[in-house]
Antibody
Framework: QVQLVQSGAEVQKPGASVKVSCRAS????????LHWVRQAPGQGLEWMGR????????IFAQKFQGRVTMASDTSINTAYMELTSLTFDDTAIYFC?????????????WGQGTLVAVSS | DIQMTQSPSSLSASVGDRVSITCRAS??????LHWYQQKPGRAPKLLIS???TLESGVPSRFSGSGSGTDFTLTISNLQPEDLATYYC?????????FGGGTKVEIK
């Protein structure tokens, strides 16, 4: 079945960077865009951007421009999201999600989420 | 960017009730409106796409309607397993965006 498995929880200090991975299985990794969405504690969903795993092309939310990098390694069907210059406000669960083919740009399925805690 | 506003932010209803959640876009998004269900401690799950198309396995008590800027998710005959937070999402703009969520509680 289609599955996205993310890396484990991270604790980082303010000013540091974090890199989260998302390993895909059960479908052709290069056939679907991969999105990243985060959720601060008790808050809603915030779209960060997406990557075309085949070409490496990316689109980011304006809020994260200059601070986020997305990459993919097609040899191991894995996407990465790196966020730099972390602040306490970056404490959140980070999800990867596959864009469904067909042009509607819906997201299904989602990874299990990776908790990133920023703490001094 | 397109802003999505959901209301109410939370609601409490009894098993068997009919509940409705509204989602308003800051500009017309045609029918590029989708709904997700997030149960406590879980990742979101796609529930409805393109305003009213139920995903495979989604019970028929869920339905969606609307177009342009105003949309509604309705749960008829509310069940205990519907305890969750529901989010709308637009995909009209280059940047995706979500509503703030509606938490559904069971009385």
């Amino acid at each position: 079945q289609v599955q996205l498995v993310q890396s484990g929880a991270e604790v980082q200090k303010p000013g540091a960077s974090v890199k989260v991975s998302c390993r895909a299985s059960g479908y052709s990794f290069t056939g679907n865009y991969l999105h990243w969405v985060r959720q601060a504690p008790g808050q809603g969903l915030e779209w960060m951007g997406r990557i075309n795993p085949e070409s490496g092309g990316t689109i980011f939310a304006q809020k994260f421009q200059g601070r986020v990098t997305m990459a993919s390694d097609t040899s191991i069907n894995t996407a990465y999201m790196e966020l730099t210059s972390l602040t306490f406000d970056d404490t959140a669960i980070y999800f990867c999600a596959r864009e469904v083919l067909g042009g509607l740009r819906t997201l299904d399925p989602w990874g299990q989420g990776t908790l990133v805690a920023v703490s001094s | 960017d397109i802003q999505m506003t959901q209301s109410p932010s939370s609601l409490s209803a009894s098993v068997g009730d009919r509940v409705s959640i509204t989602c308003r876009a800051s500009q017309s998004i045609s029918t590029y409106l989708h709904w997700y269900q997030q149960k406590p401690g879980r990742a979101p799950k796609l529930l409805i796409s393109d305003v009213s198309t139920l995903e495979s396995g989604v019970p028929s008590r869920f339905s969606g309607s609307g177009s342009g800027t105003d949309f509604t998710l309705t749960i008829s005959n509310l069940q205990p397993e519907d305890l969750a937070t529901y989010y709308c999402q637009q995909s009209y703009g280059t940047a995706l965006s979500f509503g703030g969520g509606t938490k559904v509680e069971i009385k």
